[in-house]
Nanobody, 124 residues
Framework: QVQLVESGGGLVQPGGSLRLSCAAS????????MGWFRQAPGKEREFVAA????????KYQDSVKGRFTISRDIDKNTVYLQMSNLSPEDTAVYYC????WGVGSAVKETYHYWGQGAQVTVSS
């Protein structure tokens, strides 16, 4: 049973940085694509970034390019989302997701497993 557990959320001031972690268990994740999505109040869950477990190829939503970096540590079975230059518009619950077929899509329906979410609030 694949499990994803996010951590690292919290309150940060505009312009600040935060790193989210997603501890993955229950599989080797070879061939998977791991993604981060976010959902703000009253809005649809949207794609943020994705990384192929094997190879490390990455994809980003345009609004976070240059500010967010997705990475993975294969030895620790952990995926990270380093966020910098945060703005109030980045406030949302951030979800880690895993696509066992490794499609690498930005479409949330292609992901099979989800974490419980981590709240990120950007406010002064």
């Amino acid at each position: 049973q694949v499990q994803l557990v996010e951590s690292g959320g919290g309150l940060v001031q505009p312009g600040g940085s935060l790193r989210l972690s997603c501890a993955a268990s229950g599989d080797t994740f070879v061939g998977y694509c791991m993604g981060w999505f976010r959902q703000a109040p009253g809005k649809e869950r949207e794609f943020v970034a994705a990384i192929r477990w094997s190879g490390g190829n990455t994809k980003y939503q345009d609004s976070v390019k240059g500010r967010f970096t997705i990475s993975r540590d294969i030895d620790k079975n952990t995926v990270y989302l380093q966020m910098s230059n945060l703005s109030p518009e980045d406030t949302a619950v951030y979800y880690c997701a895993a696509d066992r077929w490794g499609v690498g899509s930005a479409v949330k329906e292609t992901y099979h497993y989800w974490g419980q979410g981590a709240q990120v609030t950007v406010s002064s």
